[in-house]
C-alpha cells in the first residue's frame, strides 16, 4: 500500500438518491416518506427559468416545514454560468439548517468547486451554522471527465460524485437513445463459427467514463453514484444499468421515479449470499493462521490477499448499512 493516506469522505447512505422538482411542493410529502436515503430538491434542470424564483421558495418552506426524517437533504443548485445560482446558495444555506448538502451541476475545473466552498464557509461563519455543509458534484461534460482527478481533490467538502449521462452524451456529442441506457450500435461482431454465422454482442457506452470517474472517486474517498435511467417505465433496464455500475465499485444510483428508489436500494445492499460467502473467506482465513499454513483455500479455489481485501471491503459496507439503517428507524430526539 502507498504511504499517502487518503481521508475518507463523510459516510452516508447513499444506495438511492431521488430527483424531486423544487417547482412541485406536492411531492415534498412523498419523497419524505418514501424509502430513498438521499433526496435533493432540484433547482436546476428540472426548473423553467420563470419557475426558479418560486422553486427556490418551495424549497426552503420544505426544508423547514417538512419532518425528512434522517434523510440526507440536498439542493441542486443551478450552475456557476447562471445568475440564479448565488441566490440558490445564499438564500436556502442562511435559513435551512436541515440543509446537508449541495448538488453541483456540470463542473468543469476544481475552480468551480473551490468557488462555492467559499461562499458556503463565509455563510457557514456568519450565520454560525452547527452543522457543515457537504458536496456532490456532478460529472456531465467532457471538461469535467477531463479534469475529474483534479475536481476530486479540490474541496474538504467533497464527499461524491455523479455520472450525468444525459448532458455527457450531449457534450461529447454520443449517439444515445434512453438517458442512461445502451445503444444497439455500440457492440462487436464476433467471428464467424463453422457455419458462417456471426453473433452480435452489444456493449456499455458509458463504461470508461463511468470508470474514470469511479477511479477518480476512490483514489480520493469520495462515493461514486451513477445517474439517471430515463424510461422509469423499464425496470429491468433500470436494474441492469445499476448492476453494471455496481459491479465496477458505484455506491448508489438516481432515481428520477419513486418506483426505482427500490430498485437501486436492492441492487446497492449486498445479498445475504454476498455476505455469507466474505464470511466464509474471512473464517478460513483465520482457521488457516491458527494451523499456520501460509496458504488459504476455498471451495477448491486459492484465496489471495486481493480476495481477502474484498470479502474484508464488502463485510464493512453492509455493516455500514445495517448500522446506518438501523439508525434510521430510530426515533430523533
Known sequence: M?????????????????????SNPAMFEKAARSAADVVFLDLEDAVAPDDKEAARRNIMEGLQEIDWGRKTMMIRINGLDTHYMYRDVVDIVEVCPRLDMILIPKVGVPQDVYALDMLVTQIEVAKKRGKRIGFEVLIETALGMANVEAIAQSSRRLEAMSFGVADY?????????????????????????????????????????????????????????????????????????????????????????????????????????????????????????????????????????????????????????????????????
Not at 499517502?4 to 422538482?21: D, G, M, N, Y
Not at 433496464?237 to 436500494?265: C, D, F, M, T
Open 169 to 333: 452524451a450531449a457534450s461529447t456529442r454520443a449517439r444515445t437513445t434512453v438517458i442512461g441506457g445502451v445503444n444497439r450500435d455500440s457492440g462487436v461482431l464476433a467471428d464467424k463459427d463453422e457455419r458462417g454465422d456471426r453473433q452480435y454482442f452489444w456493449t456499455d457506452p458509458w463504461h470508461a467514463a463511468q470508470t474514470r470517474m469511479m477511479v477518480a472517486c476512490r483514489a480520493y474517498g469520495l462515493r461514486p453514484i451513477d445517474g439517471p435511467f430515463g424510461d422509469f417505465s423499464d425496470p429491468d433496464g433500470y436494474v441492469a444499468a445499476a448492476n453494471r455500475a455496481a459491479v465496477l465499485g458505484y455506491e448508489g444510483k438516481w432515481a428520477i421515479h419513486p418506483s426505482q428508489i427500490e430498485l437501486a436500494n436492492r441492487v446497492y445492499t449486498p445479498s445475504e449470499a454476498e455476505v455469507g460467502k466474505a464470511r466464509r473467506i474471512m473464517d478460513a482465513m483465520a482457521q488457516a493462521a491458527r494451523e499456520g499454513r501460509g496458504a488459504v483455500s476455498l471451495d477448491g479455489r486459492l484465496i489471495d490477499i486481493a480476495s481477502i481485501r474484498m470479502a474484508e471491503a464488502l463485510l464493512a459496507k453492509a455493516e455500514s448499512i445495517s448500522g446506518q439503517i438501523a439508525a434510521a428507524q430510530r426515533p430523533e430526539v
Open 2 to 22: 502507498s504511504f499517502t493516506i487518503i481521508e475518507q469522505a463523510f459516510p452516508r447512505l447513499h444506495r438511492s438518491e431521488l430527483a424531486v422538482p423544487g
